[in-house]
């Protein structure tokens, strides 16, 4: 196993007030970072009394780590998670995108947590079902993503890889941000993903686990959700006009209150 990981980016929005409402800890997906959930997410939630937490894992957005990312497996993300989590001053419910969701789901399978949300998560079976699939319907993406460098981005990449990600009703800027978070993924945590060590059931199946997706998304598919919240017992909650960062999309309120009216019931 790789060693701690200190240096950790965390952006945080915080309530105007005092608060009793848990803090929040949201966890990125693959190829991404913490800005991710910034432009909407976390201002959002604090708005509304919730302190508000994002972490870039190692080797990601402006963490340490990038020498040894490409050894770096879901057990180190899971480390960079935990030693975040520590840091707050109460436990926090932890919130996963994609790869972020399967980092949650391997925290809340070894200890109980106050509650936490999967965001169009791997599923179940792991990457490569979700791979074959999307190779036989578009192996264009899958050739790009196989040999990704953020380093070399063009026109036909970024071209290539938005309707996996992106609806058409996205903000422009956001657009041209997102590009420039872009980061390479650890080739171990791939591996980890497709050798599914991620689907443990919880510790304990009395803690709250929201899991939600999107429609229009072609990487972590409606199925891919329903599979993810049938194994933890849950009923998933898929919402239209989205795609797979759809924290990103200018409907993510669509989300954020979802996420909201569940947080309310824990």
């Not at 005092?18 to 997906?29: Q, S």
């Not at 800005?35 to 402006?62: K, M, T």
């Not at 990312?69 to 520590?86: I, K, M, N, Q, R």
Request: with cysteine; charged share 15%; hydrophobic share 45%.
């Amino acid at each position: 196993m790789l060693p701690v990981e200190t240096q950790l980016e965390i952006l945080e929005h915080l309530p105007a007030g005092p608060t009793r409402k848990p803090p929040l800890l949201f966890v990125h997906g693959g190829y991404c970072d913490a800005w991710c959930w910034e432009p909407y997410f976390l201002p959002w939630f604090a708005a509304r009394g919730y302190p508000s937490y994002a972490l870039s894992l190692r080797g990601h957005g402006g963490s340490g780590g990038g020498s040894t990312l490409f050894a770096a497996s879901l057990e180190e993300y899971e480390a960079d998670v935990e030693h975040v989590a520590g840091m707050l001053d109460a436990p926090p419910v932890f919130l996963g995108h994609s790869m972020g969701a399967a980092i949650v789901e391997r925290i809340i399978a070894k200890r109980p947590v106050r509650a936490a949300a999967l965001l169009a998560p791997v599923p179940p079976s792991g990457l490569l079902p979700m791979a074959a699939r999307l190779a036989s319907q578009n192996p264009e993406y899958l050739l790009q993503m196989s040999g990704f460098d953020p380093a070399r981005l063009s026109s036909v990449v970024l071209a290539t890889l938005r309707p996996f990600y992106f609806s058409n009703d996205v903000a422009p800027e956001i657009l041209v941000e997102a590009a420039n978070h872009l980061n390479a993924e650890s080739p171990r945590a791939l591996l980890d993903l497709s050798l599914r060590l991620h689907w443990a059931l919880p510790v304990t199946n009395h803690r709250p686990l929201f899991v939600i997706g999107a429609e229009g998304d072609r990487v972590c598919s409606p199925d891919d959700v329903r599979a993810t919240a049938r194994h933890h017992g849950v009923t998933a909650t898929i919402l239209p006009g989205l795609a797979h960062l759809l924290m990103l999309e200018r409907k993510y309120v669509t989300v954020a209150k979802a996420i909201e009216g569940w947080l309310q019931t824990i």
